[in-house]
């Protein structure tokens, strides 16, 4: 996290002040996927803060933009920076670990992605993971879950993973950390591939869902 803070300039937009308090709680989130992983977040540089949800009016097919609408945005991800998040939003994010939800999280699963150079839902793997593997684990996962939401059945992984691949990774990344007993649970094979990749077992936390 120091590293984090030391490396990214955070910009507040709409008059926000962004607070250590703010700083922090974003480094944290955004540092814990990659807590026990040697890559990182080599070319991200800016990270730009709304107070709340916020517009935007820029081309979200281009490839590089990657953003979440509900009210409004809650977070962008641009491959080679910057990240854009809403205050509002990752704090929520932060307070509840469980309810499957963060923006944070989400959004730096998308810089996860965008290391090789592509934002595609392949990351770059662990060494000794091989691709066959994961790349099973993940298409099953994702047609199944597609399947679901199209289906109207409910998912344990947010339904806009549906999206496309980058969104389910990003997704499967948020309930890898929110609800892990239950995602090793429904799809084993898609969190080895995730433990593997991050090195690490969530679902072996104190505190873990049930
Ligand atoms: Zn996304």
Same mark, same amino acid.
């Given at each position: 996290?120091?590293?984090?803070?030391?490396?990214?300039?955070?910009?507040?937009?709409?008059?926000?002040?962004?607070?250590?308090?703010?700083?922090?709680?974003?480094?944290?989130?955004?540092?814990?996927?990659?807590?026990?992983?040697?890559?990182?977040?080599?070319?991200?540089?800016?990270?730009?803060?709304?107070?709340?949800?916020?517009?935007?009016?820029?081309?979200?097919?281009?490839?590089?933009?990657?953003?979440?609408?509900?009210?409004?945005?809650?977070?962008?991800?641009?491959?080679?920076?910057?990240?854009?998040?809403?205050?509002?939003?990752?704090?929520?994010?932060? $307070? @509840? &670990?469980?309810? *499957? /939800?963060?923006?944070?999280?989400?959004?730096?699963?998308?810089? !996860?992605?965008?290391?090789? #150079?592509?934002?595609?839902?392949?990351?770059?793997?662990?060494?000794?993971?091989?691709?066959?593997?994961?790349?099973?684990?993940? $298409? @099953? &996962?994702?047609? *199944? /879950?597609?399947?679901?939401?199209?289906?109207?059945?409910?998912? !344990?992984?947010?339904?806009? #993973?549906?999206?496309?691949?980058?969104?389910?990774?990003?997704?499967?990344?948020?309930?890898?950390?929110?609800?892990?007993?239950? $995602?090793?649970?429904?799809?084993?094979?898609?969190?080895?591939?995730?433990?593997?990749?991050?090195? !690490?077992?969530?679902?072996?936390?104190?505190?873990?869902?049930?």
């Amino acid at each position: 996290m120091n590293l984090f803070l030391d490396q990214i300039t955070f910009h507040g937009n709409q008059d926000l002040e962004v607070t250590d308090e703010m700083k922090l709680s974003i480094a944290a989130q955004a540092c814990l996927p990659i807590v026990n992983s040697p890559v990182w977040y080599d070319t991200l540089r800016t990270i730009l803060v709304y107070p709340s949800g916020f517009r935007t009016g820029r081309n979200t097919h281009d490839g590089f933009v990657v953003h979440e609408s509900d009210i409004g945005t809650l977070g962008e991800s641009w491959a080679r920076g910057p990240v854009v998040l809403s205050w509002d939003h990752a704090l929520q994010g932060g $307070l @509840d &670990a469980e309810d *499957g /939800h963060n923006v944070v999280i989400h959004e730096f699963a998308h810089q !996860l992605d965008s290391l090789t #150079g592509h934002t595609n839902g392949l990351p770059i793997l662990r060494k000794g993971q091989a691709f066959l593997g994961w790349e099973k684990a993940m $298409l @099953d &996962a994702y047609h *199944g /879950h597609v399947e679901r939401v199209e289906s109207g059945r409910p998912t !344990l992984v947010d339904a806009y #993973g549906a999206t496309n691949h980058q969104e389910f990774f990003a997704e499967a990344i948020v309930t890898f950390f929110e609800k892990p007993q239950a $995602l090793r649970r429904e799809e084993p094979a898609l969190y080895a591939q995730l433990a593997e990749l991050l090195a !690490l077992d969530p679902a072996r936390w104190a505190g873990a869902d049930r």
